[in-house]
């Protein structure tokens, strides 16, 4: 635990904590009344209603979309269902400044609607709603379809041959097994739109704007710390009491079930009803998914001069930005790679030996330390990546004119989703075969080496798989501390939305296809690797 402790410590809890202290102190001494000034002020108010209110809706919405489509995958064997599988978890994948420019594409000004109905959805909380299910909508078929896939329906079949209806025996059977699952998912999908900064960022116009926008908007812009030092302990707050709960539900789900194998409980659809329910998902899965995805990489080929790819052409000239650029933005691709390479190295490292510790020991330091690898998906990554730039400016970590910030910031990100998937596989690893290979004598790094790695060596490719991913779309904190020089993709494509010109918007859309196809590569080799549906997200 010493290793990913200190990372923690020093690339996270140390930056947090210095720039809460400098909105917070004068001359040394602690100003706690600010908080009760910052909390009571209307504009502040205003914020955390519209951010708890539209997650509550984003997180309803996304399960009354989504919960269909776990049971499809839990329950249906149909042709394309890998396949499917690996497409509605692109968008999770996907940084929220490409999400939120698929949408543009589709709802804003000039978009598909625009041009078909005249019908505009962007700088409304529908666009920030249907962007925030279409962002999460894997969340729930994940983790619920991987539940579900696996809960035995003869418990289901003999309730009803004791009398119970249909619906009574999901109700009384079926659903009180998957409510831990339910709970899990619902929780991490009102995180992520609880924090949400992308996405509403580019959709949601000046009107709108959650704690993670209005942190960037009193750090960046105006520059007023106190204010953003308060706001950043209310959302440490409230991420902390989720993951808390989360943590429950899962400890629950994980010790109250008896699950069978996923490929006993698949069959082909029977009946109309069935057939219906199977192409009203598939239905779904296209407008939701699909369509905003085929209008982005559309927008990006429909130039002046008819379609074509002269908005990527145009990538590789520094004139054609517009000085918003030091070096052609073609080269923000390269940056973003070596970037994430990086960063997924570190985070397999870190995450990896964080997992291993955590299925050694036992107790309550365990938990909180497993709690702990969870807070970066949650807290101010706008915060963190400010906090960079105040606390590693002095030897022996003066970083700041050193590109390795950019990749420490990104594995921040990773980490978690590297323990959440080697967890579960190093738990399920019989520690009678690590005690007999020590009885044997080997040393525990030996028994490490030819014990466990063999057992999680797909799972420890997933985990990099999702660690790139996310890598590369770090957003958050990337945006304070990448170089002029040197951008990375979300970053260029923030840029280039912000400036006006139908050349930056072509451009915008071209980096952003650039993008999803790299997620959506690495999902579809993730899917062709992984063997297992149960587990975490």
Partial sequence: ????????AVFFAYPVAAIVGRGLTTDGAWQLGRVGDVLSRPDILGVLRFTTWQALASTALTLL??????YVFARFAFPGKQLL????????????????????ALLGRGGLLDELWGVRLDTTVWAILLAHVFFNYAVV????????????????????????????????VTLPALAPAVAAAALMVFLFTFTSFGVVQILGGPGFATLE?????????????????????????????ILAVHAGTVRRREAALR????????????????????????VTVALLILLPLAVLVERSLDSPGGYGFAYYRALASVDASGGTFLVPPLEAIWNSLRYALVATAIAVVVGGTAA??????????????????????????????FGFLITLDKPPLDLRASWILVPLAQALVGVPFVVRTMLPVLRAVDGRLREAAAVL??????VWREVDLPLVRRATLVAAGFAFAVSLGEFGATVFIARPDRPTLPVAVARLLGRPGELNYGQAMALSTVLMVVCAVSLLALERIRTDRAGEF
């Fill in 1 to 8: 635990m010493a290793g990913p402790f200190a990372f923690f």
């Fill in 65 to 70: 979309i989504a919960l269909p489509g776990a």
């Fill in 85 to 104: 599988r690996a497409v509605v978890t692109v968008p999770f994948v996907l940084p929220t400044v490409v999400v939120g420019t698929a949408f543009l």
């Fill in 141 to 172: 078929v994940r983790t619920v379809g991987g539940l579900w896939s696996q809960l035995d329906p003869r418990q289901e079949e003999a309730a009803r041959v004791l009398g119970a209806g249909r619906l009574a025996a999901w109700w009384r």
């Fill in 213 to 241: 926008v209005e942190i960037y908007r009193q750090t960046a812009q105006l520059l007023d710390l106190p204010t953003a030092a308060v706001l950043t302990l209310v959302q440490f707050a409230a991420v902390g009491a």
């Fill in 259 to 282: 699950l069978v194998d996923p490929e006993q409980t698949a069959r082909r659809p029977r009946g109309a009803g069935q057939w219906a329910l199977l192409g009203g998902v598939l």
């Fill in 356 to 385: 291993a510790a955590l299925t050694r020991r036992a107790g309550r330091l365990v938990r909180g330390f497993d709690a702990l690898l969870m807070l970066p998906l949650g807290v101010s990554a706008v915060t963190v990546g």
């Fill in 441 to 446: 004598g080997a040393s525990p790094l030996r």
